[in-house]
T-cell receptor, first 113, second 113 residues
Framework: AQSVTQLDSHVSVSEGTPVLLRCNYSSSYSPSLFWYVQHPNKGLQLLLKYTSAATLVKGINGFEAEFKKSETSFHLTKPSAHMSDAAEYFCVVSDSGNNRLAFGKGNQVVVIP | DTGVSQDPRHKITKRGQNVTFRCDPISEHNRLYWYRQTLGQGPEFLTYFQNEAQLEKSRLLSDRFSAERPKGSFSTLEIQRTEQGDSAMYLC???????????FGPGTRLTVT
């Protein structure tokens, strides 16, 4: 069964410093991996996705993630945090041939001015 | 592209009452999904449709939950005899044929008193 593990349920970063959110996945098949962001009182927004093309994936708002099969990881990074990055971030996996998305528990990111 | 819409955005009901939620997917998307999100957790998959066919419903939480998509366009999720444990955010998502990413609506927040 597919699943993801997100450590550090709460992450505090200072504005202008790098953001790193860690994600490890478990999947029986060749997975598709995603990061979604959820701002307060807003819907889930797709940040980026990996679907077996380039292992370094660039997304919106300066975020990127690297797929590492040997480590079963898909960590999300951003070089410089902005106040508007304060939100909850979910790592998500979907097995190929399977339309279910399996979400991690999320990382609540706080940006300190 | 007007995005995925859900109605109502908020619903307060008394225990034992039936509730029905509506989802309108992005117009060209043939796949529609329902998820439930409880406080502090990531969304969990409930069921999905391809056109009007419900292809997976094993994850519906109990036989009190049912979903329909009669004409392959909008969908409804019904909960009968609501319980306090049903209080959650109910999310709808849609996707096009052959693509893995799903686009989410703003959700319906259900409170059962």
């Amino acid at each position: 069964a597919q699943s993801v593990t997100q450590l550090d349920s709460h992450v505090s970063v200072s504005e202008g410093t790098p953001v790193l959110l860690r994600c490890n996945y478990s999947s029986s098949y060749s997975p598709s991996l995603f990061w979604y962001v959820q701002h307060p009182n807003k819907g889930l927004q797709l940040l980026l996705k990996y679907t077996s093309a380039a292992t370094l994936v660039k997304g919106i708002n300066g975020f990127e993630a690297e797929f590492k099969k040997s480590e079963t990881s898909f960590h999300l990074t951003k070089p410089s945090a902005h106040m508007s990055d304060a939100a909850e971030y979910f790592c998500v996996v979907s097995d190929s041939g399977n339309n279910r998305l399996a979400f991690g528990k999320g990382n609540q990111v706080v940006v300190i001015p | 592209d007007t995005g995925v819409s859900q109605d109502p955005r908020h619903k307060i009901t008394k225990r034992g009452q039936n509730v029905t939620f509506r989802c309108d997917p992005i117009s060209e998307h043939n796949r529609l999904y329902w998820y439930r999100q409880t406080l502090g957790q990531g969304p969990e998959f409930l069921t999905y449709f391809q056109n009007e066919a419900q292809l997976e419903k094993s994850r519906l939480l109990s036989d009190r939950f049912s979903a329909e998509r009669p004409k392959g366009s909008f969908s409804t999720l019904e909960i009968q005899r609501t319980e306090q444990g049903d209080s959650a955010m109910y999310l709808c998502a849609s996707s096009g044929a052959g693509v893995s990413e799903q686009y989410f609506g703003p959700g319906t927040r259900l409170t059962v008193t």
